[in-house]
Each structure stands twice: as C-alpha cells, then as structure tokens.
C-alpha cells in the first residue's frame, strides 16, 4: 500500500526557511528512490529533486544550493529543507517515488510572500 503524508508548509517571508516532512509507507519507502515534486498556480507538478536509497541527491537548477533533502530509515520520512526562499516558490508540494507510483498524499501549501 502506497500512503504518503506531506506536512510543514506554511507562510513565510522572502529569505525564509521550512521544512517539510513526508511520511511513507513502507511499501514505497524501501523500494523506491524519494522525491519531492510541487505545483504551482495554474502550472504542472514538477520534480524539485530526489533522493536515492544510497542518499545522492540531485535538485532542479531553480532550488540548487538552496534545498536539501534527506531521508530517514526509522521513521521512514523523506525531510526538504527549504532555505532562502522566493516567492516563485509557492506551491503545493508533493513527495513520492521516482517515478510516482500510487496515488498522491493532499500535499502541503507552501506560501512565500514578498
């Protein structure tokens, strides 16, 4: 079974942090490379970066040097640190396997104002 609960979104400033937190099913978790994916207004999900089971990660140009992402294999979670942040940032993120398998958790809102 494929669940996956996003969390940590909120309103932030300009230059401001979050960070989100996914958390797996086991099913996806263990078998899958973990990534992190948004959706702006009006636009399409799009990948933001990934992470492998043997933790490389690679990001999108846009958020390079700025997020980071990280998994945790107790709790099975997948962590996207968010720093210095834009308001083209804003956007609904998402996290699943790479490629998504399942169905997609409600997402979590992140607002960036400038």
């Known amino acids: 079974q494929v669940q996956l609960v996003e969390s940590g979104g909120g309103l932030v400033q300009t230059g401001g942090s979050l960070r989100l937190s996914c958390a797996a099913s086991?099913?996806?978790?263990?078998?899958?490379?973990m990534a992190w994916y948004r959706q702006a207004p009006g636009k399409q999900r799009g990948l933001v970066g990934y992470?492998?089971?043997?933790?490389?990660?690679k990001y999108v140009d846009s958020v390079k040097g700025r997020f980071t992402i990280s998994r945790d294999y107790v709790n099975n979670t997948v962590y996207l640190q968010m720093n210095s942040l834009k308001p083209e940032d804003t956007a609904v993120y998402y996290c699943?396997?790479?490629?998504?398998?399942?169905?997609w958790g409600q997402g979590t809102q992140v607002t960036v104002s400038s």
């Open positions: 992470i492998s089971s043997t933790g490389s990660t």
């Open positions: 086991v099913y996806i978790f263990k078998r899958s490379d």
């Open positions: 699943n396997g790479v490629p998504p398998i399942g169905e």
